[in-house]
């Protein structure tokens, strides 16, 4: 879902640089010949093949009698470079850095919805457990700066939005999550017990997808990767290699609709309860 809404948008900023050339009654060579430019490059931009430079939409625009249209089609030039930051520019400074900036999009957002498939999202987690990921997400990408300390700090300030009142959070998560006993045993049984405290917040729904659900249901979705939702104006997406962020109506639209359909596979309340104590006892040893 993550990479073809990316290709989407560059095709849709390439359609609308084709759209000016074609107003201004040129060909893409004619257009390249013009700006100085090699004769395949006009057509790598307008099928989305290559991403345009703030100066080359400049010029383009120029050229073909539009530059009143130039800071629109930069402006969403620059929004696609944002859908996709690559952890290892994102991290260069540290991963206290990496938490901090995703901080101030929390503090304004009043709805959350999330999915996730692999680990317990980030605002429930227990300070061991986010210790152990981030430790993990430091070796893996072999980060050279050692802030893990302070990144967990920056994690553990979100969890105090959990507890105002104006926010809401409706949270869903695989059953396999409570299996994946990150950290060790102790790890996990706090990190179980955590849950089953946070799930009785009046501002909090957490939805727990049973291993035995609707596999016919399942067998017609497509594969989510984890992710959150915004106020339903924005999502993010951690993948392995990078971060992304999805603005566009249809895209969050599209999440929704992913989430909707995760939500009614879940339980809820005291079947998700059950559900977590039945990992917590197993997990401490009967």
Same mark, same amino acid.
């Given at each position: =879902?993550?990479?073809?809404?990316?290709?989407? !948008?560059?095709?849709?900023?390439? #359609?609308?640089?084709?759209?000016?050339?074609?107003?201004?009654?040129?060909?893409?060579?004619?257009? @390249?010949?013009?700006?100085?430019?090699?004769?395949?490059?006009? #057509?790598?931009?307008?099928?989305?093949?290559?991403?345009? /430079?703030?100066?080359?939409?400049?010029?383009?625009?120029?050229?073909?009698? @539009?530059?009143?249209?130039?800071?629109?089609?930069?402006?969403?030039?620059?929004?696609?470079?944002?859908?996709? $930051?690559?952890?290892?520019? =994102?991290?260069?400074?540290?991963?206290? /850095? !990496?938490?901090?900036? $995703?901080?101030?999009?929390?503090?304004? &957002?009043? *709805?959350?919805?999330?999915? /996730?498939?692999?680990?317990?999202?980030?605002?429930?987690? &227990? +300070?061991?457990?986010?210790?152990?990921?981030? &430790? #993990?997400?430091?070796?893996?990408?072999?980060?050279?700066?050692?802030?893990?300390? !302070?990144?967990?700090?920056?994690?553990?300030?979100?969890?105090?939005?959990?507890?105002?009142?104006?926010?809401?959070? +409706?949270?869903?998560?695989e059953e396999c999550v409570l299996w994946n006993r990150i950290g060790g045993p102790d790890i996990a049984v706090r990190q179980m017990a955590r849950l089953v405290d946070i799930s009785t917040l009046p501002n909090i729904e957490l939805g727990v997808i049973p291993e035995n659900s609707d596999t016919v249901t399942r067998d017609?979705?497509?594969? $989510?990767?984890?992710?959150?939702?915004?106020?339903?104006? =924005?999502?993010?997406?951690?993948? $392995?290699?990078?971060?992304?962020?999805?603005?566009?109506?249809?895209?969050?639209?599209?999440?929704?609709?992913?989430?909707?359909?995760?939500?009614?596979?879940?339980?809820?309340?005291? *079947?998700?309860?059950?559900?977590? @104590? &039945?990992?917590?006892?197993?997990?401490?040893?009967?």
């Amino acid at each position: =879902m993550a990479m073809v809404s990316i290709d989407q !948008a560059k095709k849709a900023l390439g #359609s609308q640089l084709r759209a000016l050339r074609r107003r201004r009654g040129i060909s893409a060579r004619e257009l @390249a010949a013009l700006a100085g430019w090699h004769e395949s490059k006009c #057509s790598k931009i307008e099928n989305g093949k290559t991403m345009p /430079s703030e100066a080359d939409i400049r010029l383009w625009a120029r050229l073909c009698h @539009a530059a009143d249209q130039a800071d629109d089609l930069i402006s969403a030039a620059a929004g696609i470079k944002d859908m996709y $930051v690559q952890w290892r520019h =994102m991290e260069v400074p540290g991963l206290r /850095s !990496a938490q901090n900036k $995703v901080l101030p999009v929390w503090e304004n &957002t009043t *709805e959350f919805h999330a999915y /996730s498939h692999s680990l317990i999202p980030g605002p429930l987690q &227990t +300070r061991e457990y986010t210790r152990t990921v981030l &430790t #993990s997400i430091k070796v893996r990408r072999s980060l050279a700066v050692d802030d893990v300390d !302070a990144a967990v700090d920056a994690r553990m300030r979100k969890q105090e939005l959990l507890h105002d009142s104006r926010r809401t959070f +409706r949270i869903v998560i695989e059953e396999c999550v409570l299996w994946n006993r990150i950290g060790g045993p102790d790890i996990a049984v706090r990190q179980m017990a955590r849950l089953v405290d946070i799930s009785t917040l009046p501002n909090i729904e957490l939805g727990v997808i049973p291993e035995n659900s609707d596999t016919v249901t399942r067998d017609l979705m497509w594969p $989510v990767e984890d992710f959150w939702i915004f106020d339903r104006r =924005m999502v993010n997406v951690e993948l $392995v290699a990078a971060y992304m962020t999805f603005t566009t109506e249809h895209e969050v639209r599209l999440y929704e609709q992913a989430f909707n359909e995760l939500s009614e596979l879940a339980v809820f309340g005291r *079947e998700a309860r059950s559900l977590i @104590a &039945t990992a917590l006892k197993d997990t401490a040893g009967g």
